[in-house]
């Protein structure tokens, strides 16, 4: 029962889980970058502030980047991880079902992070899980680290959330990022800009609920948004979501970011990515300064080793 | 040389092998009892008794779970892992022998605990190995850690093994935890029950071996056992072993426990299971106070972790 | 800005890429032997010099054996270690580039080792991140700290590596190792024997480099060689080289180290073997006194304790 209180509200984290941005109120996401921000020397240096403490990844689908770094996070604290990388190596193969795997794991870990191709397992193991599930992907709904590390790159890197123009890029209808990402955004004073194609659009359920809170636009074109914004935020384009090829290859070319794209970007504009990109970002475009997607990652570690230390009570 | 004294026996752990339960004589197995009782606060709270020893899991076939209970009770003495979870990402590939194999990695770890398909590949590995091997399962024969895990569950749920009724049910034939269970409970003054389809009944040579040391009763359903017994330990059969699909469907609907097949069961009747279960035990029975399979996987850290300190010589 | 001063020279490591042996002077690899001998004890009782650091292990091809002695050198010096064992479960399904893998992990870890199928890979990976990257073997190029540990052995047991008569012997056209090694040797006064099929010679660039500086014999048999060297290293030949199976049974044979291949031996011979083997040292050599090709192995550990020490700045 460690409770914190910031601008007067008593806040717990202690124990919980963490599914969904939409389980977190505003203050509480504001308190969770504000102890990102005292983590940063933490991630640089190395504490032992979890020493003892044990994290389990369970993978079922491959995702080298989130899995590393939530196991170099739980490292940099001085506890150790277990886990698997692909159902396939899982007791997964002998027909066992999520719910007997985390009644079994639970017994191994003090925190698990889940990585699962459908919608709702996360939830699910939450709800049968002892120890605190941390969501690392579920389906296409959710990613709330990444949200939370995409709002901390934002305070970082602009000092401010509201008073943001936002424009979100790329597949918004499969990618589980801008899900979270749309919702977590709603809550500041923000103005929203949604860009894809047509078959990619924002799924109807999120536009719905983020239009009663914050304005929004959509557009299938990146050209008239990029000089009106401060930060775009890119996803990937997957060829597999298009039935024709050709289709495929006219919108991927219409969606990349070039250096030319940035002509009349406002000279601090930063581009963020959830990363791996494929195609979305020319390469030219790592050197300006507008790039800001390898800083994400380093801000992933940060949030992540925050979110770990917060649940598991370290830190009161 | 570390000796230790009970029941005015000595007896030595440290650099022994764990292949085979058959190894371990019953104050010695009395004695690992002991002391996983006394690892139960460590097993929650952690340790550094191993701190700087490293464990290395060789699995040659996936066991998440058995991998991953060893990796977990490497942590908690604060030791560290290292490892493969399939043969083929080892060097296997390129045609390298155990016996080779072995003899690197003794060089990487202080302790290595295989998985392998073959029946006698951790007694092999033992052979050639200047560390200690735990046999984490070889083909159909062994699974002394599971075993000795069986017996600290029963020792902790019911204060006793000698004196109680205890059946297995399930595949007798082919599942290995239970000829190493088998043979350990033969050590104790139990009545024994085997219930299985007739073609997957009990190994001869196991059957022929404990009934020598205790009374064992065989049958084909579970019906009038149930009420008998103080534990019934379930075990996966699968639908693989049967030529005839129709007749998996037959045996897998006799062999299951619901709620309805502990209408006679004694108040204090304890289900095991080593886990993955697919569908012997039905998802009803969990929530009863029959249940203690979840528990299982607890002591299997803690017993691990107790293994573990004896053969690295942490326990004197 | 660590400087360490040997035989009047001034040395840096801290920050340095481990890429390829020849980016090492004579001075440096005999400060590398020097500091290996000094971390002897504690590759046994082990060490908290790289406490809080993570090495991240990418491995795009297998190699149980590098990673696993690559992890436990980290952990023997306090340190953890992240990674992945197989290309397949990496960004690389979803077609990330090798520069962005790099720039990601280098977020996640203190230090990289990398191995991959293509030549050029380790450095181009170096260029891109700001962490040290180690060559954990990359295409049929460079295979660097098996080289080192491949020296350091022959010191160890030689007492010395000038002055002696060393014989390379098995697949010299595509092992990577004996291209690294013969590379390092050419830096010591020695005579150099390369013995191996026709279609196996050493590639003609290494050839030509070495020869400028060491006197070197090809042979295509052992036979004359083995009675007069004092070092024989054989490499693994691997089936698939041969177009035509015959023409490799043959040759299989004619390479294969056994008993009677050594009746002429110099009596301190010593034979080594990068590991795995399969056919080409037979087993009843392991038991004799010229075997040590296992105790190379745990040299690895020990050279590699040193290469993190170093370019991790530990030791100054």
């Given at each position: 029962m460690n409770r914190v209180v910031v601008l007067g509200v008593s806040l717990k984290f202690e124990g919980r889980d963490i599914i969904s941005v939409k389980d977190f109120s505003r203050k509480e996401i504001d308190y969770i970058l504000k102890i990102s921000q005292a983590m940063e020397p933490l991630a640089t240096k190395g504490s032992d502030m979890l020493k003892g403490k044990i994290l389990a990844t369970l993978f079922y689908e491959p995702s080298t980047r989130t899995r590393l770094s939530f196991e170099a996070a739980m490292h940099k604290l001085g506890g150790s991880a277990i886990g698997f990388a692909e159902a396939e190596i899982a007791s997964v193969k002998k027909g066992e079902n999520l719910a007997d795997t985390i009644r079994v794991v639970e017994n191994y870990a003090d925190v698990i992070a889940l990585r699962h191709p459908l919608e709702g397992a996360a939830r699910l193991a939450a709800e049968f899980s002892k120890v605190p599930i941390m969501n690392g992907g579920s389906g296409a709904g959710e990613h709330p680290t990444q949200a939370l590390l995409d709002l901390y790159t934002i305070m970082k890197e602009k000092?401010?959330?509201?008073?943001l123009k936002i424009a979100l890029a790329g597949d918004l209808r499969y990618g589980r990022t801008v899900h979270s990402l749309a919702y977590a955004l709603s809550l500041y004073n923000i103005e929203l800009y949604l860009v894809s194609p047509e078959l990619l659009r924002m799924r109807r359920e999120v536009l719905e609920t983020i239009r009663e809170k914050i304005p929004v636009t959509t557009r299938t074109s990146l050209e008239k948004v990029v000089s009106q914004v401060d930060v775009l935020y890119v996803t990937r384009i997957q060829k597999?979501?298009?039935?024709d090829p050709a289709e495929y290859a006219k919108i991927k070319g219409s969606c990349k970011i070039t250096l030319e794209t940035l002509n009349r970007a406002k000279e601090d504009l930063i581009i963020l990515h959830p990363l791996p990109r494929v195609d979305e970002i020319s390469a030219e475009v790592d050197g300006t300064s507008y790039a800001r997607y390898f800083q994400q990652v380093w801000n992933g570690i940060v949030v992540r080793m925050t979110l770990l230390a917060l649940i598991l009570g370290a830190i009161k």
């Open positions: 000092g401010k959330i509201s008073g597999e979501r298009f039935p």
